[in-house]
């Protein structure tokens, strides 16, 4: 096994782990955990895959992927109603699978022969389209409409190992970094609220000021 493909394995195993987690939040069954778990941990591969024309999808191809969902699920399954704030914990392990998957889906769209700014959009799929599937199955507010840097940390992690590839650095460096680089920015705005600047928008025009304006005539 290799470096990458161990990293694969852990960011899905650590994905599942927060698909689990909101499960037990849902007080689902097991099948449900493992369900949620599954999804969350190979939704966002599954959509790279697809969007990269990479088919079968990784999980077809190789079975392991759902069967280490699955031990995710049940290890949460037992455990979880030790844990005082699981969210709290399922913020900070989206953290670091985000930190990974930034940097697994950008080396795969490489390693397919895609340009780098493919890889670097592919990175930001995996690494965010398997946490939003699972917010939108347990009825929970997404990650992604958090004020806190979220995508911007996908596509640092990304944009890291893309560029040190483009340098010819070796490969395993280059992931560290890329991945280090996501969950330190994920990571501070968990810890300080970094955030960037919101959209502020101006008020809309009422009715009567249409008509002044000739936009609205009146009837």
């Known amino acids: 096994m290799t470096f990458i493909d161990f990293l694969d394995y852990a960011g899905v195993f650590v994905f599942a782990a927060t698909g689990a987690l909101a499960a037990s939040r ?5 099948i449900g955990f493992i369900f949620l778990a599954n999804m969350t941990g ?3 591969g599954t959509v790279r895959d697809l969007v990269l024309g990479n088919t079968p999808v990784n999980w ?3 079975p392991l992927y759902l069967l280490i969902g699955t031990c995710a699920a049940i290890l ?6 030790r844990v005082e704030s699981r969210y709290r914990i399922l ?3 989206d953290a670091i699978g985000m930190a990974m998957f930034s940097v697994m889906g950008a080396e795969k769209a490489l390693q397919l022969g895609f340009n780098a700014w493919v890889a670097i959009v592919a990175g930001v799929f995996t690494a965010t389209l398997g946490g ?12 992604l409409m958090r004020r806190e840097i979220y995508i911007s940390a996908a596509l640092a992690g990304a944009g ?7 340098l010819k ?5 280059s992931v560290i970094a890329g991945t280090a680089i996501a969950f330190s920015i994920r990571g501070g705005a968990l810890q300080y609220g970094w955030m960037l600047p919101a959209h502020k928008a101006r008020r809309g025009r009422t009715e009567e000021e249409l008509k002044r304006d000739g936009i609205v005539r009146d009837e």
């Open 160 to 166: 890291t190992f893309v560029a040190l590839e483009a």
């Open 76 to 81: 949460v399954y037992f455990t979880a109603h």
């Open 132 to 143: 939003v599937m699972r917010d939108i199955m347990s009825g929970q507010p997404s990650v």
């Open 26 to 30: 849902c007080r689902l069954d097991i």
């Open 169 to 173: 650095v070796p490969t395993t460096i």
């Open 60 to 62: 077809v191809r190789e």
């Open 91 to 93: 913020l900070w392990l």
């Open 42 to 44: 190979v939704g966002g």
